[in-house]
C-alpha cells in the first residue's frame, strides 16, 4: 500500500515535466533588440515556447540549449518556423546591432517614410533606438529647393513602438553583446549652451512682440490679444503654427537643427528661428511664391496670467455696458432718442441732425452696439471708452467717443482714421459733440 502511494505521488511530480517536454514550441524567432543579461544580440535566432498575455512576454530558449528566459513581445519577430524567420530577418542585416540615438527633443516617429505622415511616437533628446533596416520616403527638405542629406530609417523604440525617423537627427553606433559600443561612438554635443538655449526656445510659449507694449500700458485689446495668438514651435503640439491678426502659417514639426549662430531651421519646413535672446525670437517664413515674412515673438514673464487679464477686461467692458443699460432712456432736443438694450442692440430715433455727415441716410434706427475699440493714454482720463455702432441697412461702423455721468451721456463722433490698432489715438479734428440727459 505504501509503494502504491510512492508511486502515485512519483507520477503527480513527473507530470509538469512530461507536458513540458512534449508541448509543441510556438516556432521560431529572431531577437530585435539586445538582450546583454543572456549575452544575445539582436540577429539571434530564438526558440519559442511559451506566450502569456498577461504578463506581455515569451517563454523562449536559446535552440540545443535547456535554458529559459522571459523575452517582452516586441522584442522579438513574430514566431514562425525556423526557415522563414530568418528568411524575413534579412531586411534587418544592413543594420544589425546598430543604434540611434536622439540628437534632438520632441523627434517624432511616423507612420510612414514622409514627414506630414501620422506621428506614433515622439522621442526625446538622447533616447535610444534600434535601427530595424532603411526605406524609401519622401525627401526632407529645408526651405525650398535644399535638400535635407539621411536617410528614412525604420525604428524600434524600447517599449515597442515601431514606425520612421528621419536619420539625419540621429546618431548611429554600433553595439556589442554585452551593449557595449563597439563602433560609431556617439559623440557628446559640442555645444551644450546652445543645445540649452534650443530647448528653452522650442519648449517656451511664445506672444506677438506688440503684448508686452499693450500690457505695460494696461491696453487690454481683446481683437490684438487673444490666447491663441502666437507662435506654436511644435515641440508638444506636433504642429508649428504662427497665428497672428491676418496671418496664419503651419507645418508639422520634425525637429530642429542650427544652420549659422543663433539660427535655427525647422526641419522639413519653411520656418526658421533667429534667436535675439531667450526671451525674444524672429520667425522668418519663407513663402512658397519666394516672399519672405518675418515676425518678433516674445514671452510673458511668469507672473502674468494672461487668461485672468483677458477675462477681467472682458468683465470691465460687461460693467462699463451694464451701466448704460440701467438707464430707460438716453434723450437729446437735438440728436434723438437712444436706448441700450442688454442684449448689446440699440434703438435709436430723431438723429436727423447727424446724417449723412456721421450716420449714412440708408442707416435704420436700431443695430448692435458694443465697446470694440479702447481709448488710448491720451484720451482715457476724460473718456469712458469707445461705443461702436452697427446700424441694420449700412455696412460700416459708427465710433462714438463716450462718458457717462450721472447727468446723462456724452458723446463724441470718431472718425476712423483717428483710430490706429483698434485704439482710438486722438480726438477729431471738428468732432460733433452731443448731450443726451437720462
Not at 553583446?177 to 510659449?205: H, P, R
Not at 520656418?271 to 510673458?300: C, H, P, W
Not at 459708427?398 to 482714421?417: T, V
Amino acid at each position: 500500500m505504501k509503494i502504491r502511494k510512492l508511486f502515485m505521488l512519483l507520477g503527480l511530480l513527473l507530470l509538469p515535466a512530461l507536458f513540458n517536454s512534449c508541448q509543441h514550441p510556438l516556432g521560431y524567432s529572431v531577437l530585435l533588440w539586445d538582450l546583454p543579461e543572456h549575452n544575445l544580440q539582436d540577429g539571434q535566432l530564438v526558440k519559442v515556447y511559451f506566450k502569456s498575455n498577461i504578463s506581455h512576454t515569451y517563454i523562449a530558449g536559446i535552440p540545443k540549449s535547456r535554458e529559459r528566459f522571459e523575452i517582452p513581445l516586441w522584442q522579438i519577430s513574430k514566431p514562425t518556423s525556423k526557415k522563414k524567420a530568418l528568411k524575413a530577418f534579412e531586411a534587418y542585416n544592413e543594420y544589425l546591432h546598430k543604434y540611434g540615438k536622439i540628437k534632438v527633443d520632441g523627434l517624432p516617429v511616423r507612420k510612414e517614410p514622409v514627414n506630414t505622415s501620422k506621428q506614433v511616437y515622439r522621442l526625446h533628446k538622447d533616447e535610444i533606438v534600434k535601427i530595424l533596416y532603411k526605406g524609401d520616403g519622401q525627401d526632407v527638405m529645408v526651405g525650398k529647393n535644399k535638400k535635407l542629406p539621411g536617410d528614412w530609417l525604420c525604428v524600434l523604440t524600447e517599449g515597442g513602438s515601431r514606425g520612421w525617423c528621419f536619420s539625419y537627427n540621429l546618431s548611429i553606433f554600433e553595439t556589442d553583446a554585452t551593449g557595449a559600443i563597439v563602433s560609431g561612438e556617439v559623440e557628446e554635443t559640442q555645444a551644450t549652451n546652445e543645445d540649452t538655449l534650443l530647448n528653452q526656445i522650442l519648449e517656451a510659449k511664445w506672444y506677438p512682440d506688440y503684448y508686452a507694449r499693450l500690457l505695460k500700458d494696461n491696453m487690454i485689446d481683446l481683437e490684438t490679444i487673444k490666447l491663441n495668438y502666437g507662435f506654436d514651435t511644435g515641440i508638444s503640439s506636433g504642429k508649428i503654427q504662427v497665428n497672428i491678426p491676418g496671418k496664419y502659417h503651419s507645418a508639422s514639426y520634425a525637429g530642429a537643427e542650427k544652420i549659422r549662430d543663433n539660427t535655427y531651421s525647422l526641419i522639413g519646413t519653411l520656418f526658421q528661428i533667429m534667436v535675439r535672446n531667450k526671451d525674444t525670437i524672429v520667425v522668418n517664413y519663407a513663402a512658397r511664391d519666394g516672399s519672405q515674412e518675418a515676425y518678433t515673438f516674445i514671452t510673458l514673464d511668469s507672473d502674468i496670467n494672461l487668461d485672468e487679464i483677458i477675462e477681467n477686461e472682458k468683465e470691465r467692458r460687461n460693467n462699463l455696458m451694464n451701466e448704460l443699460y440701467k438707464v430707460v432712456s438716453f434723450n437729446s432736443q437735438n440728436y434723438g432718442q437712444l436706448v441700450f438694450n442688454s442684449g448689446k442692440t440699440f434703438t435709436w430715433s430723431g438723429y436727423s441732425l447727424l446724417v449723412p455727415s456721421v450716420i449714412p441716410s440708408s442707416a435704420k434706427g436700431r443695430g448692435t452696439v458694443s465697446m470694440k475699440y479702447l481709448p488710448g493714454a491720451n484720451l482715457k482720463s476724460k473718456y469712458d471708452g469707445v461705443l461702436t455702432f452697427k446700424f441694420e441697412g449700412i455696412q460700416d461702423e459708427i465710433n462714438f467717443l463716450y462718458k457717462l455721468s450721472n447727468d446723462g451721456l456724452n458723446l463724441e463722433s470718431l472718425d476712423s482714421n483717428s483710430i490706429k490698432d483698434n485704439i482710438a489715438v486722438s480726438r477729431d479734428t471738428n468732432p460733433i459733440v452731443m448731450f443726451f440727459n437720462k
